[in-house]
Every structure is written in C-alpha cells, then in structure tokens.
C-alpha cells in the first residue's frame, strides 16, 4: 500500500518514499535481529605513529552481515538505529566488545569507540563505561572515546560535565570528523578534548589537487597543537598524503594506506609486536597528552 498524500482534491501517491519506509523497516527488522543473536561483528583500523609508523591503537568500526556475505554499512543503520530507540544497546555491546578485545591486545596499545549522541541523552553513560572497562579488567587509558561536534549543540553544561566525568576515568577524549561540523571553536576549546581527528574529506580535496590544502591542515594542526591536543588525520590512502602529513607535525595517521578496518583475529601480530617494542625504545605512549586549558 502506498503512502499518499492530500493536496486539496488531489491525492499524490510517492512510490519513492514507500520504498524508502520499507527499506529503513527491513534494516530495522535486521539491526533487531542482530542485537538478539549476537550477529554485529567489530572491525578494528590500525592508527599509527606519524613518525614510527606502527600501530599505536585501533578504531573500532561496528559491522552489519546482510547476510549475503557482505555488510550493511554503519552510515546506513546508525542514523536508523538512534531513530528507533536502538543505539544503546548497539553502543552497550561495541563497549563490552571493545574493552574485551584491546584486553588481549598488548600495553599500552588503545582502542577507540565511536558514541553517539543519543548515548549522552542518557544519564548512565557513565557507569556503562565503568562496567565496561572492569569486565575487561583494563585501566582507564587503554580506552578512547570519539564523538562528533554536533554533540556539542545541546545541553552543552551537561555533555561537558559527562564528558569531565569520562576523563576522570583516564579515557581519551576525541573530536571526530573535525572540519565537518558546526560547532563554534569557541565551544570547541572549552571541552576537554584530547585529539582532534581530521575528517577523510581533506584527504580527499588533498587528492583533488585542492591548492590550498597544504596550508589548511597545517593551520588545523597547529591549533590542535596549542589546544593541548595531539593530531590524527584520517583517510589516509597514499604515500604522498602520509609524508606531507608527518612534515606538517600531524601525530597520528589513520586510512587505508596503514590498513583497512578488520576482524581482530586478522590482525598481524607483527602489528601487535611491533608497537611492544618501540614501546620498550622509549616510544611515548598517546596516553601522555597534557591539556593546559
Ligand atoms: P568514522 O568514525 O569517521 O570512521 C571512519 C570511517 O572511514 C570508517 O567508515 C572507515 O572504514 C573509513 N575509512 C578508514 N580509512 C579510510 C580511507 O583511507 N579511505 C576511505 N575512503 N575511508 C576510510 P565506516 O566503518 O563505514 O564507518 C562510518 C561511520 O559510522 C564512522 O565514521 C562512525 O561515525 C560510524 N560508526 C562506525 N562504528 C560505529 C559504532 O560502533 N558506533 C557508532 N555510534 N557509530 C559508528
Ligand atoms: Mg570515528
Ligand atoms: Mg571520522
Ligand atoms: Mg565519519
């Protein structure tokens, strides 16, 4: 049945927004699905050293089996999922899962969990966070959290106190997608944020020649530097883009070039053993950011 809507005598019937509704009921139905079978697998990408190039943590990347032997992508059921009531849940387990993980993995690698708004509207993110972390029997900084700017356009008094609460436990803080947003800096440099992370669209002005872009990223990096903040850029997929990047001082690189997101048993151990032993020459761990604002 078509939805249809009435304008004066007429009635318009949109095939178009029917299928729409019934494509966004079938994610639904398989995001449910997947949350009561256990069916969401965890990806991890390496985020490496600009200036060692090893790996000195990991992005966790939730996936959907469509079961077709491919994956629903999460910019397809996340928007779904925090519309229908189900993104606690989905951000419950990515935790759990998460801090389970990078508890096999070895000191002081980290991992870092993307959170959606929709989990700061909730007054017990706190404690799921510190449940999450004693199950996995890990401290605080082998933890880091990502959140976007549009975090920041409500309840701004309250995300910060949650946020203030969130670091107290150790746990790095990051701006994710930075260049994309709408939050003022002015907001922007009274959070606690540990590390800004350039959104992959520079990236990809980067490879479309865009002129200015050198200057860009130098200028971003530079007042992530005096906010205290450490550096990553995402959506790296070139040798090109990864020089230019470490001769702009940007800390950390993230993007196809060092590794696509993967299962955790597919990643090297070599990737694992060598990040032990620059840890071991001295290397500083991420962990060691100082805030001075
Ligand atoms: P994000 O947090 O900005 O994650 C980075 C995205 O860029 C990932 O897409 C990753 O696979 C992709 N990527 C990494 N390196 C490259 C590269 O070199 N080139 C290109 N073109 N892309 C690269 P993915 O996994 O599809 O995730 C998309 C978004 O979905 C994430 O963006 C994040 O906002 C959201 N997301 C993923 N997992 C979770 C989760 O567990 N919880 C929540 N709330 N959101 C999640
Ligand atoms: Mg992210
Ligand atoms: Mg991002
Ligand atoms: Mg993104």
Request: with cysteine; glycine share 8%; net charge negative.
């Amino acid at each position: 049945v078509h939805k249809s809507h009435k304008l004066g005598n007429y009635v318009l019937f949109d095939p178009g927004m029917d299928e729409e509704a019934h494509r966004r009921r079938t994610v639904e139905r398989m995001v449910r699905t997947a949350l009561a079978e256990d069916g969401f697998e965890l990806f991890y990408q390496p985020i490496v050293s600009a200036r060692q190039g090893t790996a000195l943590g990991f992005e966790a990347l939730i996936r959907l089996p469509d079961g077709a032997g491919g994956y629903i992508p999460p910019s397809v059921f996340i928007p779904i999922a925090e519309a229908r009531g189900l993104i606690k849940e989905i951000g419950n387990w990515v935790l759990r899962e998460a801090t389970r993980q990078i508890a096999l993995w070895p000191e002081p690698l980290f991992v870092s969990v993307n959170l959606s708004a929709v989990q700061f509207a909730e007054d017990d993110l706190l404690p799921i966070i510190e449940d999450a972390l004693a199950n996995a029997g890990i401290a605080g900084h082998r933890l880091e959290i990502e959140v976007v700017e549009s975090l920041l356009l409500d309840r701004r008094d309250t995300v910060l106190r949650q946020l203030q609460d969130i670091k107290a436990l150790g746990i790095s803080i990051a701006m994710d997608d930075f260049g994309t947003g709408y939050s003022s800096l002015g907001y922007l440099w009274r959070f606690p944020f540990d590390k800004l992370k350039i959104d992959q669209s520079f990236m990809a002005a980067f490879n479309d020649g865009e002129p200015n872009i050198e200057r860009i990223l130098e200028t971003i990096i530079a007042m992530g530097h005096h906010m205290g903040m450490k550096v990553t850029t995402e959506g790296v997929e070139t040798r090109e883009q990864s020089d230019v990047l470490s001769r702009l001082g940007c800390d950390q690189l993230q993007g196809y070039y060092f590794g696509k997101p993967m299962p955790a048993d597919r990643v090297a151990d070599t990737m694992l053993r060598n990040f032990a032993a620059n840890a071991q020459s001295g290397m500083e761990p991420q962990s060691a950011v100082a805030v001075a604002i």
